[in-house]
């Protein structure tokens, strides 16, 4: 079983900087791509940010220069640096992995619980 534990969320006001982390755990073999989404209320789920194992980057054109995603292989870890926060950035978000994991084929994509972000003075 594996497991995605998000932590980092909270209450700031525009223009302000939140760090999100999300640690991967469990029975892992090998971790392909790692991604933060978010869910605004009435909204469907959107893609912010992924970074894949050789560390390439790709972001939602609304975040590109504001927010960036990085990765420590060696604890599996996720981060999304977030500045110059707006209040349409206001949302759950959440962590994501694509990952074999041991003893199994194949690829499996698992989630975090979403953690609170809100933009607001």
């Known amino acids: 079983q594996v497991q995605l534990v998000e932590s980092g969320g909270g209450l700031v006001q525009p223009g302000g900087s939140l760090r999100l982390s999300c640690a991967a755990s469990?029975?892992?073999?090998?971790?392909?791509?790692m991604g933060w989404y978010r869910q605004a209320p009435g909204k469907q789920r959107e893609l912010v940010a992924t970074i894949g194992s050789d560390g390439t980057t790709s972001y939602e054109d609304s975040v590109k220069g504001r927010l960036t995603i990085s990765r420590d292989y060696a604890t599996t870890t996720v981060y999304l640096q977030m500045n110059t926060l707006k209040p349409e950035d206001t949302a759950v978000y959440y962590c994501n992995a694509v990952l074999q994991e041991r003893d199994y084929t194949g690829r499996v994509r698992y989630w975090g619980q979403g953690t609170q972000v809100t933009v607001s003075s």
């Open positions: 469990g029975s892992i073999f090998r971790i392909y791509a």
